[in-house]
């Protein structure tokens, strides 16, 4: 199956700054969603966005959707020093085999 | 407050042997997934199973079977142990495909290692 791919691999920025991780995929789909995955654990759904809508907000999060470019971004605003983790997009493309993942975008928060 | 737990933090097992993860879900999701992550492959899919006694292979099934006797719980199971299978296993659950649209519910991982 195919993967969404996270842009950049590695972020750091100073707490209080934006993060931005973007998130480009191949095939059409039925929604993206955003996952959190603290160092050793597993991973937690942050939001999910449907293809026909192209902006979503939850709480410091902001997500886009362009289904015409086949891209997504994630910002988290106000970064804290607990926003430190890995972010991962996934995509469910309609089908009976769940969602595919990309390799995630490890975020520093520089206290 | 949802829940998917599974038996190990932590396992080490010699190459070889006959290695079980289990999972346990309690949201009486249909759907039941388990996944393996190693640095720079990011989260790829074994097996997943959309009902009690149902099984479909995912992108990398080969040197694992798994088992659903039971709604709530999966099983993952490494036949013959190899050091290529150290790894983090993760386990999820989501409900039926049918309703559309859902997250997966993680685990909190079982870091395997086969020496």
């Known amino acids: 199956s195919q993967q969404g791919e996270e842009d950049p691999q590695a972020l750091s920025i100073q707490e209080g700054e934006n993060a931005t991780m973007n998130c480009s995929y191949k095939?059409?789909?039925?929604?993206l969603q955003w996952y959190r995955q603290n160092s050793g654990r597993g991973l937690v759904h942050l939001i999910l966005i449907r293809s026909n809508e192209r902006e979503k907000h939850s709480g410091r999060l902001r997500v886009t959707l362009d289904t015409s470019k086949k891209s997504s971004s994630l910002l988290i605003t106000a970064s804290r020093a607990a926003d430190t983790a890995s972010y991962f997009c996934?995509?469910?493309?309609?089908?009976?085999?769940?969602?595919?993942f990309g390799k995630g975008t490890h975020l520093i928060i520089q206290p | 407050d949802v829940k998917v737990t599974q038996s190990s933090r932590y396992l080490v097992k010699r190459t070889g042997e006959k290695v079980f993860l289990e999972c346990v879900q309690d949201m009486d999701h249909e759907n039941m997934f388990w996944y393996r992550q190693d640095p720079g492959l990011g989260l790829r899919l074994i097996y997943f199973?959309?009902?009690?006694?149902?099984?479909e292979k995912g992108d990398i099934p080969e040197g694992y079977s798994v088992s659903r006797e039971k709604k709530e719980r999966f099983s993952l199971i490494l036949e013959s142990a190899s050091t290529n299978q150290t790894s983090m296993y993760l386990c999820?659950?989501?409900?039926?495909?049918?309703?559309?649209?859902?997250?997966?519910?993680f685990g909190p991982g079982t870091r395997l290692t086969v020496t």
């Open positions: 095939t059409s789909i039925n929604n």
């Open positions: 999820a659950s989501s409900p039926s495909f049918y309703t559309g649209g859902h997250e997966q519910y």
């Open positions: 996934a995509t469910d493309e309609g089908g009976a085999d769940g969602l595919t």
């Open positions: 199973s959309y009902d009690v006694k149902m099984k």
